[in-house]
């Protein structure tokens, strides 16, 4: 099938390389020329794992195409795809402009009928502005050309992007009539053998679906590190707990670590979407308010741990911080807990020695060259002058370090751990005092 990809990001890229792969035609269109450049020169702007092989293949085989041309974008597909960012306005809610923008391209450019399928994540009722913007431009035209307009959520993991289109959960599509289910049914043919992962229904629901699992997600999260900050006024350990509880297949063991909060792109801003949402229809959204309340400060956790134990004013101190990204596997630091404790440990005075495996030319780009920030090569490099370790993202290369060494090369045998990664006792043994999430006090 041919199809159209608004908007080369995190989403849109992916979606992308994995519809290509199966073997549709794919039209990528983006604003940003130089991302398209880029592309069309073979270097991937993010970094997810599997994605670099997809796009080079499919693009070499000539399924996947890259352009800033939109009116070609929309001549060459019947599916227009819109996977434009959604940025949170300044009151919380969803900044719809992108993806407006993108419906008037569509408008604009067509001259034959088009599904038109939503990606990003859109407040509920969007679809009806999508339908509306698309239907006042046809008409400033003076053309009458059939639409759809579907809405289609994404819930694709970043780090696990790839695999998750590949091997979606579940696809969610919301429509306004069967008239365009068959078109979306063999689009995603390729993606629903192994049994019918297709769920219909009505394009409100379906827009509500994608808040709902985000904002609970979060909820998990924000309510573990509200047991975990309890645990350690109480002087148990949240990781026993987590377990305890893991095992009752009510609850589960998935998502529900504690640590030093949230971030990303998506959780963070639905959460405030929604929140937003509810205030416009007059409703009080209180778990989610203080899902968002519990995760601001849990941001802060790390930095007043390291306060605690070296004093408010951090002059003349360095801090090895391992992990920027906002989880493993990703270059993406949108509202990373990290750039809440650097911005803190630069606020007190300390100096910042940073590692991570991914988000490096990330972390340059947000904060340039400063006299009291260096990033570092190696894990290992980070540590030289420290005068602690501060772990902020569980990326696999942290899990296992050489305890003699990391002690060895710190001014003072201090970690701070934001994910819980090690064993108290073990460290306390390898004479490393450690302070982490929700484990009784600091050994
Ligand atoms: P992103 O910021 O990585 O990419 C958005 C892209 O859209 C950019 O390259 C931008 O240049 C382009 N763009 C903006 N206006 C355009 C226009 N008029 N025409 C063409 N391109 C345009 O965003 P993302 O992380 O891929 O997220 C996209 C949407 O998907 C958001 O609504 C987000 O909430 C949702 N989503 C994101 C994730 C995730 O993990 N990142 C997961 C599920 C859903």
Redesign the pocket.
């Known amino acids: 099938m041919k199809v159209t990809v ?9 979606q992308a390389a994995v519809l290509a792969e199966v073997g549709h035609e794919v039209v990528c ?4 020329a130089e ?1 398209v450049e880029k592309l069309n020169q073979g270097i991937i ?2 970094y997810e794992p599997g994605l670099t092989p997809l796009v080079t293949n499919n693009f070499q085989a000539g399924r996947l195409r890259f352009t ?1 041309d ?1 009116a070609f974008g929309v001549e060459h597909g019947l599916i227009q795809f819109i ?5 949170p306005d300044e009151d919380g809610s ?1 900044d719809l ?3 407006l ?2 419906a008037k ?1 569509i408008a604009t450019h067509m001259n034959s009928p088009k599904v038109v399928i939503d ?4 407040p509920v009722g969007t679809a009806d502005k999508v339908k509306q913007q698309i239907s006042t431009v046809l008409t400033e035209r003076a053309v009458d050309i059939p639409f759809d307009v579907v809405s289609n ?6 780090g696990a ?1 790839v695999a998750d289109c590949m091997r979606p959960d579940r696809i969610i599509i919301g429509t306004y009539n069967e008239q365009p289910i068959d078109v979306v049914r063999e689009l995603y043919e390729p993606f629903n053998r192994n049994h019918d992962k297709m769920i219909f229904m009505d394009v409100r629901s379906a827009e509500l679906t ?1 808040y709902a699992a ?1 904002c609970m997600l979060a909820t998990k999260i924000s309510f573990m590190n509200e047991m975990a900050n309890l645990a350690e006024l109480l002087g148990a350990d949240i990781e026993a707990v987590r377990k305890g509880i893991g095992s009752d297949p009510r609850i589960g063991y998935h998502f529900i670590y504690p640590g030093c909060g949230y971030g ?3 959780f963070p ?2 959460v405030q979407a929604l929140i937003r949402t509810s205030a416009q229809n007059g409703y009080t959204p209180k778990i989610l308010q203080a899902v968002e309340a519990v995760n601001n400060k849990q941001k802060y956790k790390l930095p007043t741990l390291v306060k605690k134990h070296f004093g408010d004013d951090l002059t003349g101190k360095t801090f090895a911080v391992w992990g920027l990204s906002f989880k493993p596997n ?1 270059d ?1 630091m ?1 509202e990373a807990s990290s750039r809440v404790l650097i911005e803190e440990l630069w606020a007190a005075g300390a100096k910042v020695h940073a590692y991570d495996p991914q988000a490096m030319e990330e972390t340059q780009r947000i904060y340039g060259v400063r006299s009291d920030f260096v990033l570092c090569g190696t894990k290992e490099a980070a540590l030289q002058e420290a005068d602690a370790l501060i772990i902020c993202t569980e990326w696999q290369q942290f899990k296992a370090p050489d305890f003699d060494f990391l002690k060895q090369q710190l001014k003072t045998p201090v970690v701070f751990d934001g994910r819980n990664l090690f064993d108290p006792e073990r460290l306390k043994q390898k004479g490393l005092q450690y302070y982490a999430i929700g484990r009784g006090q600091s050994v």
Not at 83 to 87: F, N
């Open positions: 608004f908007g080369i990001g995190y989403v849109g890229l992916v269109v983006d604003i940003n991302r702007p993010i800033t939109a996977a434009v960012g959604t940025p969803a402009q992108y993806v923008a993108v391209t990606k990003s994540t859109v959520p994404e819930f694709l993991k970043e992007a994608k985000n990303g792109s998506c801003k639905d990703t993406d949108r």
